[in-house]
């Protein structure tokens, strides 16, 4: 007989239906992050007017919009720039009002942002609901793996954390399938609208979901996260340890018991606690002489996932191996999505076996390597190596840099300073991502398939920055034991 461990019951018992729905619901802003990321990649040369099958518009808005090069990248990065924002403001935004209510906050960006893009006569229509659709994008990807990481069993939480990324992936997935079929004439417009139908579908979801526990607990409420963790989990499931990690956590004995205690006698019980339960902001992070090492590690995984080079692919892939490809570019863009898919899926259970720090260097190890082969591809006009280059590239990708970054900065400071951390992650994202939006078109006209050494050489500094620095975060139940801080008191 096989051990219990091994027995899918046991572990499908942590997956009642509301688990999941509330998961799937939340997951769909990321989703649309990857969406709104990856949207205007394969109907580039239909919306800038480069197809020569372009007939003239027989309704008030242009069936297509002229740029530049330069136009384009602004168009592209300002989408870049709203996520700065959104990411900037979800976490004292989490730490305020809560997990849920952030998340509905991100959808009225969701579902306004497209309008304009897909409505848009002109650059600056377009531009603006970019920036919409960039903040609501920005802030779900700080949120989202927040609420994650507090209502996923504990034993799971790097897998179920790797969903971030996956939905991420499936988003890009869904516009390029869209931007395959429908980029022609004004369909274009029906790829950008798509992006307000999900969004609007994640804000009913949103009705029906709940607040994190864990959140509702250190607001001083344990008797009602007991009851909305009991609903997550099902009546049959044993929450008294997690519970008990809360405490350990940050919600110690006094916190729980002020639950039980009238007005008066709460404050006279925990003036001390208080401070604690209160989010910190990003200032007070920064300074803190603990987080702020825990700042800077964030901040270079975060720069790391862009600075590799992974949305050069995402966001220019079809027109950086057109003349290399012709009409397959297209093609090999949707192999990309579905391969970022699959390995992304099939690498998560990786993050809580090997570890998120062993992930991450392998990962940038195969990405490094990967960008060489790319760039000898490219530049020796190797149609092959470059498709199967690309394909190693995204496959390393999703090993590691892909999911761990967003798991990570939950894992490396306490509760009270998660919503500030993850701005400050986020933050750092969205302008490596914005320099790599804006600079790469113009880099890869200049150096062509030699941009890629470029990006081989930033994958092979942040290896040995991470493998120095960043500290491993699997099996360690807090901050303090992931900083060694408990073994510098005993």
């Not at 192999?335 to 809580?352: E, G, K, Q, R």
Request: hydrophobic share 50%; glycine share 10%; proline share 5%.
């Amino acid at each position: 007989m096989a051990p219990a461990t091994m027995d899918p019951r046991t572990w499908f018992s942590h997956l009642t239906p509301y688990f999941v729905y509330v998961l799937f619901i939340a997951t769909l802003g990321p989703l649309l992050f990857g969406f709104h990321l990856a949207e205007l990649n394969a109907p580039e040369d239909v919306i800038r007017c480069k197809k020569d099958s372009i007939r003239a518009a027989a309704a008030t808005l242009p069936q297509c919009i002229e740029m530049t090069p330069t136009q384009w990248g602004v168009v592209g990065s300002t989408y870049t720039l709203g996520g700065l924002i959104g990411a900037l403001s979800a976490g004292p935004l989490a730490g305020k009002y809560g997990r849920r209510r952030t998340m509905q906050i991100t959808t009225v960006f969701f579902i306004l942002g497209p309008v304009f893009e897909a409505l848009s006569p002109n650059i600056g229509v377009m531009s603006f609901g970019r920036l919409l659709s960039g903040v609501g994008a920005g802030a779900s990807v700080v949120v989202v793996p927040i609420y994650i990481s507090e209502i996923a069993p504990p034993a799971e939480k790097g897998f179920f954390g790797a969903f971030t990324q996956i939905m991420c992936n499936v988003g890009i997935l869904v516009t390029q399938l869209l931007g395959y079929f429908l980029s022609h004439g004004q369909y274009w417009r029906i790829i950008l609208a798509a992006g307000g139908v999900i969004g609007m579908v994640q804000s009913l979801g949103l009705l029906l979901s709940t607040e994190s526990p864990k959140y509702i607990a250190e607001q001083g409420n344990g008797t009602q996260a007991k009851r909305i963790l009991r609903k997550i989990r099902g009546e049959g499931a044993d929450i008294d340890e997690e519970i008990s990690d809360w405490q350990k956590d940050g919600m110690d004995d006094a916190d729980e018991e002020q639950t039980l205690l009238g007005d008066e006698d709460r404050e006279r019980v925990t003036p001390k606690n208080q401070q604690r339960e209160e989010a910190m902001s990003i200032g007070q992070v920064l300074r803190h002489p603990d987080y702020k090492k825990a700042a800077i590690a964030v901040i270079m995984v975060m720069l790391a996932q862009q600075l590799s080079g992974i949305n050069s692919i995402v966001m220019y892939g079809v027109s950086l191996l057109a003349d290399l490809l012709e009409s397959n570019s297209a093609l090999l863009n949707l192999a990309v999505s579905a391969v970022n898919i699959i390995f992304t899926a099939a690498c998560a259970p990786l993050v809580d076996k090997l570890g998120r720090k062993t992930c991450l260097l392998q990962s940038l190890a195969g990405m490094g390597t990967s960008s060489l082969l790319l760039a000898f591809g490219i530049i020796n006009h190797v149609p092959v190596l470059s498709a199967i280059a690309v394909l190693l590239f995204v496959s390393s990708f999703a090993l590691g840099l892909g999911p761990v970054p967003f798991i990570l900065s939950a894992e490396l400071v306490g509760p009270e300073a998660v919503g500030a951390t993850q701005s400050i992650a986020l933050a750092a994202n969205w302008i490596a991502t914005f320099l790599v939006a804006q600079f790469f078109p113009l880099a890869s006209a200049k150096l062509h398939g030699k941009v890629y050494f470029i990006f081989a050489a930033l994958s092979a500094f942040f290896f040995l920055f991470i493998g120095w620095f960043v500290p491993e975060t699997k099996g360690k139940k807090n901050a303090d034991e992931v900083w060694g801080r408990e073994r510098r008191v005993d």
